[in-house]
Nanobody, 116 residues
Framework: QVQLVESGGGLVQAGGSLRLSCTASVRIFGILTITWHRQGPRNERLFVARITYHGIRNYSDSVKGRFTISNDDRENAVYLQMNSLKPEETAVYYC??????????WGQGTQVTVPS
């Protein structure tokens, strides 16, 4: 069983930055692929960014160049640095882990609000 805890959400003005954290109860690198998703007012849960268990990073087209996903193996954490935030990016951001051996785990989510 993998437990995930997100943090770092909050209210930020348009154009501002936030850094989200996803801390896992187990080692991440080499074991877990971590994906950030977000769920906005339309209730669609959309892909934002991913770092695979061997360090490959992927981003949705809408965040490329503004968001950066990174990991800290000592802290069992993955971070999502979000710059130049837009009002339409107001959402609950979720961290999801997929294990190499199978299984999918979700955190409780963290709210990001960017007022228009």
């Amino acid at each position: 069983q993998v437990q995930l805890v997100e943090s770092g959400g909050g209210l930020v003005q348009a154009g501002g930055s936030l850094r989200l954290s996803c801390t896992a109860s187990v080692r991440i690198f080499g074991i877990l692929t971590i994906t950030w998703h977000r769920q906005g007012p339309r209730n669609e849960r959309l892909f934002v960014a991913r770092i695979t268990y061997h360090g490959i990073r992927n981003y949705s087209d809408s965040v490329k160049g503004r968001f950066t996903i990174s990991n800290d193996d000592r802290e069992n954490a993955v971070y999502l640095q979000m710059n130049s935030l837009k009002p339409e990016e107001t959402a609950v951001y979720y961290c999801q882990a997929s294990a190499r051996t199978g299984g999918s785990y979700w955190g409780q989510g963290t709210q990001v609000t960017v007022p228009s």
